[in-house]
Nanobody, 123 residues
Framework: QVQLVESGGGLVQAGGSLRLSCAASGRTFSNYAMGWFRQAPGKEREFVSTISWSGGIVYYVDSVKGRFTISRDNAKNTVYLQMNSLKPEDTAVYYC????????????????WGQGTQVTVSS
């Protein structure tokens, strides 16, 4: 069973960048698709991005396309979310999640979740 810990959140001005990291423990990291989700105050948790076990398949929510990049380094058991051109609308707690085998945009498809890291974008 994989355990996940997010880091890299913080306060940034609009137009700035952050890189989130998700460190995974366990022997089966390479067999998991990984996802990033976010939840703003008063709103439902939403899909942001996902990446397949090989890194060859990625998906993004429309609102972050062209600005965010998901990647993974299986040798380091780590998934990243590079966030550029940040907007105040990106303010949320960002969660890393793991799903065995295939990518998914659905929250219910993920088996394991990290604790989240706060991203705040000021205008």
């Amino acid at each position: 069973q994989v355990q996940l810990v997010e880091s890299g959140g913080g306060l940034v001005q609009a137009g700035g960048s952050l890189r989130l990291s998700c460190a995974a423990s366990g022997r089966t990291f390479s067999n998991y698709a990984m996802g990033w989700f976010r939840q703003a105050p008063g709103k439902e948790r939403e899909f942001v991005s996902t990446i397949s076990w090989s890194g060859g398949i990625v998906y993004y929510v429309d609102s972050v396309k062209g600005r965010f990049t998901i990647s993974r380094d299986n040798a380091k058991n780590t998934v990243y979310l590079q966030m550029n051109s940040l907007k105040p609308e990106d303010t949320a707690v960002y969660y890393c999640a793991a799903r065995r085998v295939g990518t998914s945009r659905k929250i219910s498809d993920y088996d394991t979740w990290g604790q989240g890291t706060q991203v705040t974008v000021s205008s």
